[in-house]
């Protein structure tokens, strides 16, 4: 029993949040997150990874272990993305991002927090901050089919994590005036991305519903499935596992629409948005079965 009431305060919280973020959006279907994205995009995104990382109390040698299981493990997503895509007949360059972005940030951290508290969030953003890098280097490549430096180096989660990783690695503490500043942004992104991923939920369509379910399948449960055996084979146990296995079963990255939306064809940008509505509505029922897992196996 104190299991499932500790799965519902993991839960609750996320979907509460997303709840509203949904009637927001269907009481005004031209609801604009404009707002929350640029002020994630530049300023909560890097403060919640320079908080999540330099004062959560995870060490280096932790956050680069964990950084390398998600290399592996967004790398097995890719190679299963691709089997699928080729499959279905898509264009595998540019709507495989969904398939390898899992919605580690936006979703994974605040359910690793309520999860493992700030240890497991530091774990997540370990993990969160490889897939943001990806977002802005790999992720617009394969969308534009060409390569640009100048958006990795406008990009500040870039900088942000370079910046929390020096201090990690050098043990350095951060000012306290700094800690309390990004504590507070970096929250305040946490309530208005899960209210802007409710919003979005009201926006995106489903185009190919079929196809969108085979999709979402190779997402949020092939996903967690990969987690698990990466456990298995590197023999990993406690909070930091679960907050793999868990981070590994979250729903496509609203940001794969956004940058498919700046520079792919239309057919690709209607297939990636059925994807993130299928899967985030199918993660509903299988991340409770994950975390479940994740707290039974791998307690704090």
């Known amino acids: 029993m104190e299991l499932y009431l500790k799965l519902f305060e993991v839960l609750f919280p996320v979907f509460f949040i997303v709840g509203i973020g949904y009637f927001l959006g269907r009481k005004n279907p031209k609801f604009d997150t404009t707002f929350i ?7 909560g995104a890097p403060a919640l990874f320079i908080f999540a990382i330099t004062s959560s109390g995870v060490t280096y040698s932790v956050f680069s272990e964990y950084f390398i299981y998600a290399v592996i493990a967004l790398t097995s997503f890719a190679l299963i993305g691709v089997l699928f895509l080729f499959f279905l007949k898509k264009d595998i360059s540019r709507e495989l991002p969904p398939y390898f972005l899992p919605n580690t940030g936006n979703m994974g951290i605040p359910i690793c927090l309520f999860a493992y508290g700030t240890l497991g969030m530091g774990v997540a953003a370990a993990i969160s901050s490889l897939v943001i890098l990806l977002h802005f280097t790999i992720n617009i490549f ?10 990795i180096l406008k990009s500040p989660p ?23 500043t990004v504590m507070l942004l970096g929250y305040a992104m946490i309530v208005l991305i899960l209210m802007s991923l409710g919003v979005s939920l009201t926006q995106l ?6 196809n969108s379910i085979i999709s979402s399948i190779g997402r949020v449960i092939i996903g967690p499935i990969i987690g698990f055996i990466i456990i298995k084979i590197f023999n990993l146990s406690g909070f930091a596992a679960g907050v793999l296995l868990i981070q590994s079963a979250m729903p496509s990255a609203i940001l794969t629409y956004l940058v498919a939306e700046m520079y792919s064809p239309k057919k690709v940008v209607d297939s990636i948005s059925s994807m993130i509505v299928v899967s985030t509505l199918m993660s509903l029922i299988t991340v409770p079965i994950i975390v479940f897992i994740s707290l039974k196996y791998f307690p704090y």
Request: aromatic fraction near 20%.
């Open 37 to 43: 994205t640029n002020y994630s995009g530049n300023f």
């Open 142 to 151: 394969l969308a534009s089919k060409k390569f640009d430096i100048k958006i």
């Open 158 to 180: 870039t900088y942000a994590v370079i910046v929390a990783v020096f201090f990690l690695y050098f043990d350095l503490e951060m000012p306290k005036v700094v800690i309390n």
């Open 205 to 210: 369509k489903v185009f190919s519903l079929k």
